[in-house]
């Protein structure tokens, strides 16, 4: 619940924000939330990992890995204005790193949450990008985003800069 306002007191209520796995029931209300942030990515699917922070049952924070294209990938990292920079996002990331454990994982954050990213363990990766993280990359740059393609890569190294297809998207 708000303040008068609408505004939340969040200095000394971090303890009340709760980060917790959603389980099928929690999946509608966590898409109304993005659609609430206009996040313009693709629905939540059945498949996802949907980590969600609630302050006071409500969603004041989101984040989800999803398997595409082969690829295990961080997306869709929202939290509430209210809930920015007050540890909300790092709980969540620490949660969505957790879950990731050894696999290859990828992301595309904004150009400015680079060194958030980096937190989690998610590097600026140097020469070739899979083709559906390079591919996916230009289209958003083209609409005039300024995002950049981050990888956290596989604990076992096979050799290839990505690791390999299993360690990519493989549970």
């Given amino acids: 619940m708000g303040l ?7 200095a000394g209520d971090m303890a ?12 509608p209300a966590a898409q109304r939330f993005y659609d609430s942030r206009r996040y313009g990515g693709a629905a939540i699917r059945p498949s996802d990992f949907v980590v969600l922070a609630r302050h006071q049952e409500q969603i004041v924070g989101i984040g ?15 939290v509430q204005p209210e ?31 680079v060194a958030f990213y980096r937190r989690g363990g998610f590097g600026v990766p140097i020469g ?13 740059r083209s609409g005039g985003l300024q995002v950049v ?12 800069p990505f690791g390999s297809k299993q360690s990519r998207g493989a549970a």
């Fill in 64 to 78: 989800r890995l999803s398997r595409e294209h082969d690829l295990l990938w961080l997306r869709g990292m929202q």
């Fill in 149 to 160: 393609a981050m990888v956290r890569p596989a604990r076992a190294h096979t050799g290839h």
């Fill in 128 to 140: 070739e990008l899979p083709p559906p993280l390079s591919a996916r990359l230009q289209g958003y």
């Fill in 4 to 10: 008068e306002g609408g505004e939340y007191q969040v």
């Fill in 83 to 113: 809930f920015q920079r007050s540890g909300v996002g790092t709980r969540i990331l620490d949660r969505l790193s957790e879950e990731i454990g050894p696999r290859w994982c990828c992301c595309l954050p904004y150009d400015h949450l």
């Fill in 16 to 27: 009340h924000i709760q980060i917790v796995d959603a389980g099928p029931d929690d999946l």
